[in-house]
């Protein structure tokens, strides 16, 4: 059974910074594109960054300059660094992956709330 369980989320004022991560877990053979991606309540779940297995990165043109994302294979552990945090990036955070463990598959963590106050 794969696991991802996501940390670091919490209450912010406008202009700081959080560090989130997403530890994977099971039997896992190989893990390719990690990603995060939050969803605001009333809207779709949106991609906030994606890190290829070595180290391509895409963000979303509203985080760029602020938030990096960053993993560690030997830990595979995915880490998404947000600075000058905004109000309107109030949302859950929610870290995926692809794995192989018994066939090639996306998982999901649980989800972990941010909250920027202005």
């Known amino acids: 059974q794969v696991q991802l369980v996501e940390s670091g989320g919490g209450l912010v004022q406008a202009g700081g910074s959080l560090r989130l991560s997403c530890v994977v877990s099971?039997?896992?053979?190989?893990?390719?594109?990690m990603a995060w991606y939050r969803q605001a309540p009333g809207k779709q779940r949106e991609l906030v960054a994606s890190?290829?297995?070595?180290?391509?990165?895409n963000y979303a043109d509203s985080v760029k300059d602020r938030f990096t994302i960053s993993r560690d294979n030997a830990k595979k552990t995915v880490y998404l660094q947000m600075n000058n945090l905004k109000p309107e990036d109030t949302a859950a955070y929610y870290c995926?992956?692809?794995?192989?463990?018994?066939?090639?598959?996306?998982?999901w963590g649980q989800g972990t709330q941010v909250t920027v106050s202005s």
């Open positions: 099971g039997i896992i053979y190989s893990i390719n594109d």
């Open positions: 995926n992956a692809d794995v192989m463990s018994k066939t090639w598959t996306i998982y």
């Open positions: 890190i290829a297995r070595f180290g391509h990165t």
